[in-house]
């Protein structure tokens, strides 16, 4: 490797010489390409993953849209792809240029979500699951992921306390969904499965929390795995 992937430091200008780097990339298309790519900031990274995806996302909306027509002369199950290609696009955008405001990014990923769940009640003409258990569902997954990433945002030290933290969100997300999802077929909330979910959690979060704070403290996630 050229970078190193945990400190990002490059000893190749120092140690090769200029007449010599065509030898090292060589001097195919796919080499050049490559090299040009890593050459781009993260900022125009992200901006060519939002240009790349809108153009397969819109595509594939005027692809079904055109054999829809063609072959059922009106709009009927297009509206399906046409809907989710949407609501993609407008994900991907939040996450190329809002990525570092957690709450505008959530909220608005919740809040279009939250509308194709009602968007397809209204298609089958049944409102009912997208609004009683669809949006209720998203809403504490979204919660949940909002609360993690505000904790890990504060830890000074990203290590194994960051997988323990992950497990007990797991542990927290498989509760909710057992009392919404009881909530909606019963009409009661109650806890079954997720208990034993959550029982189950709480010792393998305690362990890596123990590991971080006392056997291995201030070791990085990225360093320990070498990422």
């Excluded at 080499?31 to 153009?55: A, M």
């Excluded at 030290?157 to 969904?177: D, R």
Aim: a positive charge.
């Amino acid at each position: 490797m050229q970078v190193c992937p945990l400190c990002k430091y490059s000893d190749f200008d120092r140690q090769t010489d200029p007449k010599d780097i065509g030898i090292v990339h060589g001097n195919e298309p796919g080499e050049k390409l490559l090299s040009d790519y890593v050459k781009l900031t993260k900022n125009q990274k992200r901006k060519l993953f939002w240009e790349l995806s809108g153009i397969i996302l819109f595509s594939g909306i005027l692809v079904t849209l055109i054999i829809d027509v063609v072959t059922s002369k009106t709009i009927t199950w297009s509206r399906y792809s046409i809907t989710i290609c949407l609501v993609l696009f407008f994900n991907t955008t939040l996450l190329s240029f809002l990525r570092h405001k957690l709450l505008i990014l959530l909220g608005g990923s919740f809040l279009s979500t939250s509308l194709l769940l009602v968007l397809l009640d209204l298609y089958n003409e049944r409102i009912g699951w997208g609004t009683q258990l669809g949006i209720p569902l998203l809403f504490s997954l979204y919660l949940i992921i909002f609360v993690l990433a505000v904790v890990i945002r504060l830890t000074k030290q990203h290590g194994f306390n960051i997988l323990g933290c992950c497990f007990l969100a797991v542990g927290l997300l498989c509760l909710c969904i057992d009392g919404i999802q009881s909530r909606y077929l019963t009409e009661e909330i109650s806890f079954h499965w997720s208990l034993i979910v959550f029982v189950c959690l709480v010792p393998i979060a305690a362990i890596l929390f123990y590991i971080h704070y006392r056997l291995n403290r201030g070791i990085e996630l990225r360093r320990f795995f070498h990422i």
